[in-house]
């Protein structure tokens, strides 16, 4: 049978359903003889993957909604109570359209099932999930959430006991444990006011709060010198896009005395729509127009902004030329691993097995720096629930001390009291580290220029192209297979020195569909599909003696493999 075949067989059993309520019915029914958008909902089921679930929002067998919520949980009940004989869940979820509705859901599939639930009442970060999962002893959590996605999508990510996300061997068994329900009719469902009644359904308040912002704190390295006005000195502006970042953020900020802080007014609401923006996402310049604007209004020092379940961060600083530039992802990790690793030096707190995590796509600047100061440095594959494995290890066996974690994709983690990065205290440290310099004279792009001069001027870039559809999926395989089956001789006028192929299994890494290029120069990219979006990425790093330099081998670089790439798609 055909895959558009399938899938309108699938439609039609959605709208014979009794199951499926009227609404989603009446939704269907407006794309009916639309084949295309019949495929393209129903061709497959939404993929529960490593990362758990995420995708558009709307009816149908490959959309998030109601329904592939209540399977994704019944099935992910099945795998828990196969973990323990009492299981419990906390579960948050974010500022997006229907994340209050799933998350809800969800607890009363798992009520259904006898499972004990901690619930958030409202929007909370997605790391404060992490910490409430290790502080109430659950036994998972779930976080209902698609992170910095367009406004259309939303999405689950799935927990286990130490507070991370689900690493491949847990996931797959989720996975075979969801697939297994097989009708709506399996889904077990609760009430609220039973689930209520029979303490299956707890609400979380404001002691769990206050117990996460004093673990962010606990993480300040200079909380004296900011109390006695280094602080106060420091002029922030604050954006939350739209998300649960607001109270957090600026509570930890707070709590440590940095009190100068202003927020973006008219993207301090949570709005599901993001109306403020083209996406929500702090890795992108236009997120921070309006924070732009009121720093230059308000002469600035620092601009900080939080995704939609503010666990990714992104900052603006001034240049020598007084212009607002935001740092990549990259800039700040380098940033935050030298100024943490500093200031435990200079205390001689650094222990002699410290070690920092970052993936195999964040650039090697970072761990020149934390080898310089006498740290080892581990790489894991993409997504932060490699870097929380490794952590959970050193913490049964005692091998290491974690130091910090970090990606390339702004998200960044130091303290043992979570295991998914945290934009709360993230933005913390980036202002507290900026109130430490300003004390000395000095900016954090001053900063970045001296480890720039110290260790070369690394530069990276990274291209993402949006493939949707079946269509997409079949053109990114397309990509990664030419590039594996044929990998191509040099890259923008450099040669290639040594293919990595992360689907065999390198390094003692779990195999995963990712490709890394390492050049003669030292160079490299990577190409990886993104496991949350219909997308493949392909990220460049280089290393120059100058900026003007490493600008021109970075741009090389990029428009050698895009040329091949953009053939293909």
């Not at 109430?136 to 286990?160: C, D, M, R």
């Not at 990790?333 to 993936?359: D, I, M």
Request: hydrophobic letters at 40%.
């Amino acid at each position: 049978m055909s895959v558009t075949a399938i899938a309108s067989e699938r439609y039609q059993a959605w709208l014979s359903d009794p199951l499926i309520d009227e609404a989603t019915k009446e939704e269907l029914r407006g794309i009916a003889g639309d084949e295309k958008e019949i495929t393209d909902r129903f061709y497959r089921d939404l993929e529960f993957g490593t990362g758990g679930l995420r995708g558009v929002m709307g009816a149908g067998t490959n959309r998030l909604n109601a329904y592939t919520v209540g399977k994704a949980t019944q099935g992910l009940a099945h795998w828990l109570l196969a973990q323990t004989d009492s299981p419990s869940v906390v579960i948050a979820h974010d500022s997006r359209n229907n994340s209050p509705e799933f998350s809800l859901d969800a607890a009363l599939v798992l009520a259904g099932n006898g499972i004990k639930t901690y619930l958030f009442p409202s929007l909370r970060p997605t790391p404060q999930l992490s910490f409430a999962v290790r502080e109430l002893g659950a036994s998972g959590g779930i976080v209902i959430t698609a992170s910095h996605n367009p406004p259309e999508y939303n999405g689950y990510k799935a927990y286990g006991p130490e507070g991370c996300q689900l690493v491949p061997h847990e996931a797959e068994q989720a996975i075979e444990a969801i697939a297994r329900v097989g009708s709506f009719a399996e889904i077990k469902r609760l009430g609220r006011e039973e689930a209520e009644a029979k303490g299956l359904l707890v609400w979380l308040g404001e002691e769990d709060d206050r117990r996460f912002i004093e673990a962010v704190a606990a993480q300040s390295l200079n909380r004296d010198l900011l109390k006695r006005g280094a602080g106060a000195d420091l002029k922030v502006i604050f954006t939350p896009l739209h998300g649960t970042g607001n109270h957090p953020v600026r509570e930890a900020l707070a709590e440590i005395g940095i009190s100068n802080v202003s927020v973006v007014q008219e993207q301090e609401q949570p709005d599901g729509f993001f109306s403020t923006v083209k996406s929500p996402n702090p890795e992108e310049r236009e997120a921070f127009t309006l924070a732009i604007r009121q720093a230059q209004e308000q002469d600035a020092d620092l601009i900080i902004g939080t995704d939609p379940d503010a666990d990714r961060v992104g900052a603006v600083v001034r240049n020598n030329q007084g212009e607002f530039v935001v740092l990549t992802g990259n800039q700040s990790g380098a940033l935050l691993v030298n100024y943490v690793l500093s200031q435990l030096k200079e205390r001689g707190q650094l222990p002699a097995n410290g070690v920092v995590v970052k993936t195999i796509v964040t650039s090697e600047m970072g761990a020149d720096i934390a080898k310089a100061h006498g740290a080892e440095v581990i790489n894991t594959l993409t997504g932060f629930k490699y870097i929380g494995e490794k952590m959970t290890e050193f913490e049964r066996t005692g091998s290491h001390a974690f130091l910090f974690g970090y990606e390339e994709s702004y998200g960044y983690l130091t303290g043992m009291y979570a295991r998914d990065k945290d934009a709360v205290v993230a933005a913390m440290l980036i202002a507290e580290a900026a109130a430490f310099y300003k004390h000395q004279g000095k900016t954090l792009y001053d900063v970045l220029l001296e480890l720039y001069a110290e260790y070369g001027t690394y530069l990276e870039g990274l291209e993402s192209r949006t493939l949707k559809g079946l269509d997409g999926v079949q053109k990114i395989d397309a990509i990664m297979d030419s590039f594996r089956n044929s990998p191509p001789a040099e890259a923008g006028g450099v040669k290639i020195a040594e293919v990595l192929d992360y689907s065999l299994g390198l390094d003692g890494l779990p195999k995963e569909n990712v490709l890394k290029y390492m050049l003669e120069d030292g160079s490299w990219f990577t190409l990886r599909p993104s496991g949350t979006e219909p997308k493949i990425k392909v990220y460049f790093a280089v290393r120059g003696d100058s900026q003007q330099a490493a600008g021109a081998a970075l741009e090389a670089l990029r428009s050698s493999v895009m040329e091949r790439v953009d053939a293909l798609a």
